[in-house]
């Protein structure tokens, strides 16, 4: 059986890479779709599940060049982070909710 190191994905993708998606895209993704569009819908809609809804049906879409399968599997994600949003009321918790995903992910899959 080939050797290989404890975490495979640290041997493909550059440190760099890693530091940009941890502190400048998670961050942003929740500014847009958790910050931005969901007080947006709030402001127009008085439904706090409507912007919970439609704010995850956007950021799963958003990941639609990964595929069909990750757009199905960001819409739980995108729930639970609209979620954080709606009672933590402040984007604090869905980016530290969404990074320890992406860590997991990162690093176990």
Do not use: C
Request: glycine content about 6%; proline content about 5%; charged content about 10%.
């Amino acid at each position: 059986f080939p050797q290989h190191s404890d975490s495979l994905r640290n041997d493909i993708i550059p440190w760099y890479f890693i530091l940009f998606y941890f502190l400048i895209s998670i961050p942003l993704q929740e500014f847009i779709f958790r910050g931005y569009i969901f007080d947006s819908l709030l402001k127009i809609y008085s439904r706090k599940w409507f912007a919970v809804l439609i704010s995850t049906l956007l950021y799963s879409l958003f990941h639609l060049h990964y595929g069909l399968l990750l757009v199905i599997g960001t819409i739980p994600l995108g729930i639970l982070f609209g979620i954080a949003r709606l009672y933590g009321r402040n984007l604090i918790f869905p980016i530290i909710i969404h990074m320890v995903i992406g860590y997991i992910f990162y690093y176990l899959i």
